[in-house]
C-alpha cells in the first residue's frame, strides 16, 4: 500500500502473481520433460505380446499429440497473460484486477494442463513407469507436488471466477 519507489515495469507486478508464474513454469517444464522421456521409451518399448513398439501404436500417436497441445497451449496462454500485463505496467499503470486475474488463472491452468500432460505420458509409458528409477515416475511425482501450491491450487479457480463475474475476489491477487 505504500509509495512506489521503483519505477520499473517489473515492480508493478503482484508479488503472488510473479510467484504463481514461478511455479507455473516449473510445472510446464515437468510436463515437457515428461513428453520428452516418453518419447525416448515409446522408440524402443514394446509392450509383452506385441510385436509394434509404443510409437507404432495409433493410441500412442494420438496421446502425444494431445500432450502436445496440451502443454504449447499453456505455454503460449502464460506468455500471453504476461504479455499483456508487462504492456500494462509498461505504461506505468497500477495492473488491474482483471490483469491480475488473468495471471493467476493462466498460471493454474498452465499447471493442470501440466498435470494432464504428465499423466498421460506416465500411463502410455506403462509398467516401466512405476519404476524409482524410471523419469517419468520422478516426473509424475514431481508434478502431483505442484498442485499442491497454494499459488496454483484449485481455489484460484473461484477467486478468478468471482472476478470475472464483477465480484470482490476478497483477497489479493
Known amino acids: 500500500g505504500g ?27 515437468i510436463g515437457y520433460k515428461a513428453l520428452e522421456s516418453f518419447r525416448d521409451l515409446a522408440g524402443v518399448k514394446t509392450p509383452t505380446g506385441s ?5 507404432e501404436r495409433p493410441q500412442i500417436q494420438s496421446d502425444v499429440a494431445r500432450t502436445m497441445a496440451d502443454l504449447k497451449s499453456a505455454e503460449a496462454y502464460i506468455h ?3 504479455d ?18 488473468n495471471l ?19 500411463e502410455a509409458g506403462g509398467g516401466t513407469s512405476i519404476y524409482e528409477d524410471s523419469e ?12 499442491q501450491h ?16 464483477g465480484l470482490d475476489p476478497k483477497q489479493p491477487l
Open 150 to 165: 497454494i499459488m496454483v491450487a484449485n481455489p484460484i479457480y473461484e477467486v478468478v471466477g468471482k472476478v470475472a463475474l
Open 84 to 101: 499483456e500485463a508487462w504492456q500494462q505496467a509498461e505504461q506505468g499503470e497500477r495492473l488491474s484486477t482483471e490483469i491480475k486475474a
Open 104 to 122: 493467476r488463472l493462466a498460471a493454474v491452468n498452465a499447471t493442470h494442463r501440466s498435470v494432464a500432460a504428465t499423466d498421460r505420458m506416465y
Open 3 to 29: 509509495r512506489t519507489r521503483v519505477r520499473s515495469a517489473l515492480y508493478q507486478f503482484p508479488l503472488l502473481g510473479l510467484l504463481a508464474i514461478g511455479v507455473s513454469s516449473v510445472s510446464l517444464g
Open 136 to 147: 517419468l515416475q520422478r516426473c509424475f511425482r514431481d508434478i502431483h507436488v505442484s498442485t
Open 51 to 55: 510385436r509394434r513398439t509404443l510409437t
Open 80 to 82: 500471453s497473460a504476461i
